[in-house]
């Protein structure tokens, strides 16, 4: 670990994106250039004393996941995600990197929609990032552990979930889940990230097992959601999916229909937040 460069490193990263950048307000009194360390240590979700002695090189070596949580939150390139592992003092994730490092465009047009739930994943359902409506729309996935952090693993695996769903409905979606999954790892080539998905799957859930082997296929690009919110009630969003270039990430915003009343309850939604009541669970058709 070479920490004076680290600590350089990620000072000089902080200075160069701007508030606007990750949708701050940049504010007529800002004297710091760039981001301030209060500022980055929250996008990063980490303490602002431990950020503060990282960049005064006393900390100690930071672990990958504080890497990883760095890089987003700095908007680094690749390389330059490579280069912070590497002064940190560890090897940078070996395969497809852009795969689990969310794009910083992606990440821009994310800070940019405040009004509207969204949320990155990568191609096999990995969550990457998310703001504070999709938090009080699908709930909060801090507390699961980071390998549990993929949609379709959830859907097979927690049955609260699934809870507020007829048998046909949890069918239909169970195979629209494996089907989209059964094409993002063709794409990739079977790499390990994603055949290790596929069998822990399979050792913990026989409906998996037996959906994997019809051998579906189908992308999911838009569709229909309806949440039965526990502060606002049901709740019914078009989801349009936005892809990388190279289609191993995406941007999923969650819309009203227009014209209907839904408009009014995503308001409700903007002002209740995501404190006082418990995840839902969301369904596509």
């Not at 699934?162 to 794409?187: G, K, T």
Request: glycine residues 6%; aromatic residues 4%.
């Amino acid at each position: 670990m070479d920490r004076p460069e680290l600590a350089d490193f990620l000072r000089r990263s902080r200075e160069r994106l701007r508030p606007q950048e990750v949708g701050l307000p940049a504010g007529p009194r800002r004297r710091t250039p760039g981001l301030r360390r209060e500022e980055l240590s929250q996008l990063a979700g980490m303490s602002a004393d431990y950020y503060m002695r990282l960049e005064q090189a006393r900390s100690p070596q930071p672990s990958t996941q504080i890497l990883a949580s760095l890089a987003r939150a700095l908007r680094l390139t690749e390389d330059e995600r490579d280069h912070l592992y590497l002064l940190a003092g560890h090897r940078p994730p070996a395969g497809r990197l852009a795969g689990d490092h969310v794009r910083p465009g992606l990440l821009y047009l994310l800070d940019q929609l405040k009004e509207t739930p969204a949320h990155i994943t990568n191609d096999i359902g990995d969550l990457l990032a998310h703001n504070t409506m999709a938090e009080a729309l699908l709930g909060c996935v801090c507390s699961v552990r980071e390998q549990d952090r993929n949609f379709v693993w959830r859907w097979f695996t927690d049955p609260a979930i699934r809870q507020i769903y007829s048998p046909d409905e949890r069918r239909q979606h169970s195979r629209a889940n494996v089907a989209d999954l059964r094409a993002a790892i063709a794409r990739r080539g079977s790499d390990a990230a994603s055949t290790g998905l596929v069998t822990r799957l399979r050792a913990v859930s026989p409906e998996f097992a037996d959906l994997w082997d019809l051998h579906e296929v189908a992308v999911r690009r838009s569709s229909r959601m309806r949440v039965n919110h526990p502060a606002i009630g049901p709740l019914e969003l078009e989801c349009e999916t936005l892809l990388s270039p190279a289609e191993d990430q995406k941007l999923l915003i969650f819309t009203p229909p227009p014209g209907t009343s839904n408009i009014d309850h995503l308001s409700l939604l903007r002002v209740l937040g995501h404190d006082d009541f418990t995840p839902a669970a969301p369904e596509r058709r």
